[in-house]
């Protein structure tokens, strides 16, 4: 059985490479952007190496958190206006990630907008069906702004004491 430290000590040899560190706050806007719009890119990577590289970790908070408040907007937007153009695309293997986004919005309401950064894949099916049923758009983005902050806090400060 392989050790944690040996994963740790991976990770970190992953991250401390040039070529994540080249992209620089522009790219984890841009990574930010793209993982909060249902595609699985994953931000940590590109943070660890950013913070690992030196950079400070407040300006990275705040570019995670407009990254991913750009990307969250437009999930809500897609469901507001784009419900027709969604269903003609979507694939037959995402109705029950889709049925899964609808069940915890209905079950949580509100609740389940600012937990949604924690919940892969669903956690954006939940702010699709955010803006297709038409939630106030206000408290929305309170919330989910909300909610992305307290993600890339937890995640800025654990990288931290990893690195």
Request: aromatic share 12%; net charge positive; hydrophobic share 45%.
């Amino acid at each position: 059985m392989i050790d944690i430290s040996t994963y740790i000590n991976y990770f970190k040899t992953l991250t401390e490479t040039q070529v994540f560190q080249d992209w620089g706050v522009l790219g984890l806007l841009i990574n930010a952007v793209l993982s909060a719009t249902a595609l699985p890119l994953p931000t940590e990577i590109l943070t660890a190496s950013l913070l690992a590289g030196g950079e400070n970790p407040y300006l990275v908070i705040i570019i995670l958190v407009t990254g991913s408040s750009i990307g969250g907007t437009l999930n809500y937007f897609l469901g507001y206006s784009g419900t027709k153009l969604f269903r003609r695309f979507k694939k037959e293997k995402s109705d029950s990630q889709t049925e899964k986004g609808h069940k915890w919005l209905h079950r949580l309401g509100w609740v389940a907008i600012f937990f949604s950064p924690f919940i892969l894949i669903v956690g954006d099916l939940i702010l699709i069906s955010a803006g297709a049923r038409k939630y106030n758009y206000t408290k929305y983005m309170i919330l989910m702004i909300a909610g992305k902050t307290l993600k890339a806090v937890v995640t800025v400060i654990g990288l931290s004491v990893i690195f």
